[in-house]
């Protein structure tokens, strides 16, 4: 058995803005020390809690990928509606043992307490639930599954792996196809490899190869050029890119590295420190940019 908890990480839909721009790749979790009440108490799924939950499947996605299925108890369940956000994630134990790791599961949860998670292993040994996709898929899935029109932002998309065989699994990408391909004006989707395989399947994704860069981010944005008047006056007409003071926000998620590189590094703590990176470059400041 497991015990889980769950925390949020965007509170609100109205957080969002037009258009949203997701970055992702493959991230490593983090690990933190919980003291635990009697583990044998049921308490419901809340986020000063721990809740007893059972693993009711695991399919192997890749070598070193696993779906895995968990369940809880639907009684423990809160009757809120709304206790969930967009983006939410849950901290997961064994109970014999006093570390926990943070996982995002991919669907939310359903009315039976069932949770979809992807997680990988590493030679290490470490298991890690926080590839930098699942928090964008589970917040896509929470938009899309329903036909409320209101909220009518638009999102980009763009997920680098360091080969096509770590991309997510063939249901999350059939998925991400099926609503860009449905919602062309709300959702675009851009597939990014370091090495892909020469097969049918990899070309009908239409993957890039190579790494998520500025040319990207900047095409992503629809950002405008523009060319200082001393640049012009020493014939110097390499545009330089603008982002304008309108309603963008990127969420960015994946190892501190690839942070780093799209949009600097965290503050102390984890905080959200400065933008940086290719999004400062870009001309984007903190309000238009969150780092998961």
Known sequence: MFLVRHRAWLTARSAFLKPVLLLSSVSVAATTFYLLSDPAEKFPLTPSRFTPTTLIEAVDVSSNTKLLTLSVPPELLPHDPGAFAPIWSIFIKDSDIQVERPYTPLEGIDENGHMKLWVKMYERGEISGGTGITPFYQLLHSVFKTSDSSFNARFTLLHGSRSSADLPPSSMIQYLVTLSRKYPDRFRLQ??????????????????????????????????????????????????????????????????????????????????????????????????VWKL
């Open 191 to 288: 597939l990014f490899a370091e090495s892909t395989n020469d097969t049918s399947e990899n070309h009908s994704l239409n993957i890039q190869r190579g790494r998520i860069g500025k040319s990207v981010v900047q095409d992503a944005l629809r950002l405008t050029h523009s060319t200082p008047w001393w640049r012009r006056l020493l014939g110097l007409s390499t545009p330089t890119p603008f982002a304008p003071k309108r309603r963008i926000l990127v969420l960015v998620c994946g190892p501190e590295g690839m942070v780093n590189v799209v949009a600097g590094p965290y503050g102390r703590n984890y905080s959200q420190g400065e933008v940086g990176g290719i999004l400062g470059e870009l001309g984007l400041e903190s309000h238009q």
